[in-house]
């Protein structure tokens, strides 16, 4: 009888049902609302599983730029209002001990629109005040189609998994701009139509030699292209000074890359290793107009070494080396106008090319009862660095472009430390503490402020480098009150810091949180206060190409609420897939 009860409970464990639900509500100027429900059904071999995410929200940003060689001040409002309905779907069949089958579907419905004001107050002449009136609609729909296969063999921890992942995504936006005022611009439209695609394939093996060594190598292709149509009713200046009508304009990008990875580690007594290596070749292409505007080929090496010594259970060293490669976003590539006010307008740099990073790093862990800290030294050297960049319209020597650029080889090196420790048994944290100098080099531009009615021509180019030093702070606190209520403290400080553009004010946020744990642990309720100080915030000064000083403002000061609840017998969830960087640059889009 004991082998009939094995069997039914063997069969019992491969069956259940499980989920969760939950709403939250957030507010200080604008309320945004987000609610989800995941469901997962695990019968024998096969695991079904579906979501929900909705997210509805109204968010507002604002702040101002004053430039004191013309005593002007220039104020933005935005109200962006944005609805997300995001569907997924997707089944594991698990064909037997050695054979898995994994799909998933992600269907994303998009519904936003943004509302802004742009004022520009001439303190010392009102009359040439003026005023942009700004809004938008975007429709987008993305869609996303993963397939999964992987084959265990006999050896424990010895596999080989396919994995192909499609996105497919299509927007249109209708912009609207409008003028009052003492503005030269009549009011027009702009359209933009993108459609954008991405197919990604990885094999992956994995292979223990031994005991104490593990083999993985694999293989990759990411194949990636935007076609982006705009066109526009209003007017602007040629290079030859004269008004036409803006030029419509076809944008088309694509990158393919092909890569191949491998890496070997060990244990062994107090020592390990780990060696790899990552080789890949990138063509790169861009078209306007069905002109091809830029080419990049390359093909390079990404090697990578670890080695840890570990004397004893409560001290470990580790020396590493890595390059790694970070590419431009499309958003940061593209040419066509992605926003305009009177005084700016933001573009992409086609000629944009990737940057690499060369990092040695030096690290000691401590365990000591209750926790364990690290403190590690590294030096890291950049290799034409992504970064934003300011330049003067030609068109206008009094407006400025926002583009990125990039920068010479910029070095940093530094100093961390991060700890996390349990003082008391209601108590525990998690800290960390960085400083660092960095040291940038790159090409500004500029008009001396004794020249009346300066033209293109005054444009001066310099190139300058800048050494900066920082330190950042952050802290998070849980204390646990009884068994169903715990609180949180988090504090966060950003060093005053200094770029080739700007210099930044230092950042700081404090957040305050409870949960409370209902239904015998089936629920939570939780409540958090967010910047409860309202002291985060992005502001500047700089000296190219004009004497500027800013700041700019969002809903940070915000409160939290929100319900979760759990659900069912069963345990199982989807079947997990390798995490994976996309190596590219984040940033575009925001105004600096």
Do not use: C
Not at 3 to 12: H, Q
Not at 281 to 295: G, I, L, M, Q, Y
Not at 316 to 321: D, E, L, T
Not at 486 to 511: H, L, S, W
């Amino acid at each position: 009888m004991s082998g009939i009860i094995n069997i039914v409970l063997k069969k019992n464990a491969l069956i259940g049902f499980n989920g969760d639900i939950n709403v939250g509500l957030t507010y200080q100027r604008q309320a945004k609302f987000n609610t989800g429900v995941n469901l997962n059904y695990r019968n024998g071999k096969f695991n079904l599983y579906g979501s929900y995410g909705g997210n509805y929200s109204k968010n507002e940003n604002f702040g101002n730029v004053f430039r004191p060689n013309d005593n002007s001040d220039q104020q933005f409002n935005f109200l962006d209002n944005n609805k997300s309905n995001l569907f997924k779907v997707g089944v594991d069949v698990y064909l037997n001990d050695k054979n898995t089958l994994s799909f998933f579907t992600n269907q994303n419905l998009f519904d936003g629109g943004v509302d802004g004001t742009t004022n520009i107050f001439f303190l010392d002449d009102p009359s040439l005040d003026q005023s942009q009136l700004f809004d938008n609609a975007i429709d987008n729909m993305s869609q996303q189609y993963n397939f999964n296969y992987k084959l265990d063999f006999d050896k424990e921890g010895h596999n080989i998994e396919l994995e192909a992942d499609f996105n497919d995504f299509e927007s249109d936006e209708d912009a609207n701009f409008r003028f009052r005022g003492n503005s030269p611009t009549e009011d027009y439209m702009d359209f933009v139509d993108t459609e954008r695609s991405r197919l990604t394939v990885n094999l992956d093996y994995t292979n223990p030699l031994s005991e104490s060594m593990k083999l993985e190598a694999g293989l990759q292709a990411r194949l990636f292209n935007t076609d982006i149509d705009y066109s526009s009713t209003g007017q602007t200046l040629n290079a030859n000074g004269d008004l036409i009508d803006t030029p419509s304009t076809v944008f088309e990008y694509s990158r393919d890359i092909y890569s191949a990875y491998v890496s070997l580690g060990k244990n062994y007594e107090k020592w390990s290793w780990q060696l790899g290596a990552r080789a890949e070749t990138v063509e790169v292409r861009a078209d306007t107009n069905s002109v091809r505007a830029f080419t990049n080929d390359y093909v390079q090496l990404y090697p990578s070494a670890f080695v840890t010594y570990s004397p004893s259970e409560k001290n470990q060293f580790q020396v590493s080396y890595s390059r790694r490669v970070d590419r431009p976003g499309v958003g940061q590539v593209n040419p066509i106008r992605e926003w305009s006010t009177p005084l700016i307008s933001s573009f992409g740099n086609t000629t944009l090319e990737p940057q690499f990073t060369n990092s040695f790093e030096t690290n000691y862990t401590r365990n000591i009862g209750k926790g364990s800290i690290t403190a590690g030294v590294f030096y890291r050297i950049i290799e034409d660095e992504i970064n934003r960049a300011v330049f003067i319209d030609r068109t206008d020597v009094n407006k400025v472009i926002l583009t990125f650029d990039n920068f010479s080889n910029t070095t940093a090196y530094g100093f961390e430390v991060s700890s996390n420790y349990r003082p008391t048994k209601w108590w525990n944290f998690n800290a960390s503490f960085d400083l660092f100098s960095q040291q940038q080099k790159g090409i500004t531009e500029q008009i001396d402020s004794s020249i009346e009615n300066p033209t293109a021509a005054n444009i001066e180019t310099n190139t300058v480098e800048v050494t900066n030093t920082a330190y950042n702070f952050r802290m998070i606190n849980n204390f646990k009150v009884t068994k169903t209520v715990t609180f949180t403290a988090f504090g966060m400080y950003r060093g005053k810091n200094k770029n080739i553009q700007f210099e930044v004010d230092p950042m700081v946020m404090v957040n305050l949180g409870a949960r409370v744990s209902l239904w015998d642990g089936q629920g939570t309720f939780s409540l958090n206060y967010n910047d409860i100080f309202n002291s985060m915030r992005f502001k500047f000064v700089g000296d190219n190409p004009f004497l500027q000083q800013g700041q700019f403002n969002w809903e940070s000061n915000t409160v939290f609420v929100g319900l979760n609840y759990r659900f069912g017998g069963g345990k199982y969830r989807a079947k997990s897939r390798k995490r994976r960087d996309n190596d590219e640059k984040e940033g575009s889009g925001g105004i600096f």
